[in-house]
């Protein structure tokens, strides 16, 4: 798993949101909720390198690099019930 494999995944299911975590999981979703952005764990905690390229880096431990592609034509679903977890699809390699 890598970056871009990732973002193609995720477009193809026409998410707009994709995101790396454990260096090979790669989860992708139409919405999301507030905050994506924890002020607590900071940058050093996303140190896990991809396993397709060991330039990237590939989230960390229950910790996602996450990515938007505005590109994406996300498809707005309605459900009667809150959903009980974030993320709609995963991939590993």
Known sequence: MNVEVC????KAKNY?????????EC?????????????TSGTGACTIKCMGNTTQSCGG??????????????TVLRARHAPRQYG???VDD
């Open 7 to 10: 973002l193609q995944v995720a």
């Open 16 to 24: 707009n949101y994709a995101g790396l975590e454990y260096g090979r």
């Open 27 to 39: 989860w992708a979703a139409s919405l999301t909720t507030t905050p994506l952005i924890t002020t």
């Open 61 to 74: 431990r229950n910790m996602l690099n996450l990515y938007y592609s505005p590109t994406s034509t996300a």
């Open 88 to 90: 709609d699809y995963g």
